[in-house]
T-cell receptor, first 114, second 113 residues
Framework: DAGVTQSPTHLIKTRGQHVTLRCSPI?????VSWYQQVLGQGPQFIFQ???????GRGNFPDRFSARQFPNYSSELNVNALLLGDSALYLC???FGRGNNEKLFFGSGTQLSVL | GESVGLHLPTLSVQEGDNSIINCAYS??????FIWYKQESGKGPQFIID?????DKRQGQRVTVLLNKTVKHLSLQIAATQPGDSAVYFC????????????FGKGTRLSVIA
């Protein structure tokens, strides 16, 4: 069975541009979460979506937005990119909406902002 | 600030020895804990989890211990192998509400052959 898949694997952008990252959850999983991981740090929570609705949002500016589609895949959008947005963006899926569920992570999208 | 942290940023162990990775958490409402392993260029990989109604849980070569009194979590890896070299994160979440999984900064485990 395929795990969580993310695309693209690597991306280089310049300041001010926008970016769209994509994620497909494990088959049967209805919840998708997005995390940002800066080099040398643990992942930081950005969003959680369940059944196409936002269920949680981390401490990130409005430049960050996301959505979940009827097939449970998800997109993360970041506008007006800043150098500090350079990070590994991780998508994770879980079956339900509960917070006491293990998350299964994809390999991430490495975003570099120049 | 983060509610989960680790005592040591790096840990070096001899192949075949046991490894112990520690984690402190500050949110007394947290009742679900997970250890993840992250290898270079990959996403975090689930290792083992434990709920607050338990103080010990064992998996294959791994054991997680939870001490709620001092809000401490540890991961023990038996007979450490070169393939265990990675960064290990503990993560925690309360059972109620929409609080997501919160990760600590991680400990880098290096296995010396």
């Amino acid at each position: 069975d395929a795990g969580v898949t993310q695309s693209p694997t690597h991306l280089i952008k310049t300041r001010g541009q926008h970016v769209t990252l994509r994620c497909s959850p494990i088959s049967g999983h209805k919840s998708v979460s997005w995390y940002q991981q800066v080099l040398g740090q643990g992942p930081q929570f950005i969003f959680q979506y369940y059944e196409k609705e936002e269920r949680g949002r981390g401490n990130f500016p409005d430049r960050f937005s996301a959505r979940q589609f009827p097939n449970y895949s998800s997109e993360l959008n970041v506008n007006a990119l800043l150098l500090g947005d350079s990070a590994l963006y991780l998508c994770a899926s879980s079956f339900g909406r509960g917070n006491n569920e293990k998350l299964f992570f994809g390999s991430g999208t490495q975003l570099s902002v120049l | 600030g983060e509610s989960v942290g680790l005592h040591l940023p790096t840990l070096s162990v001899q192949e075949g020895d046991n490894s112990i990775i520690n984690c402190a958490y500050s949110n007394s409402a947290s009742d679900y804990f997970i250890w993840y392993k992250q290898e270079s260029g990959k996403g975090p990989q689930f290792i083992i989890d434990i709920r607050s109604n338990m103080d010990k849980r064992q998996g294959q070569r791994v054991t997680v211990l939870l001490n709620k009194t001092v809000k401490h979590l540890s991961l023990q890896i038996a007979a450490t192998q070169p393939g265990d070299s990675a960064v290990y994160f503990c993560a925690e979440t309360p059972n109620s509400g929409n609080t997501p999984l919160v990760f600590g900064k991680g400990t880098r485990l290096s296995v010396i052959a």
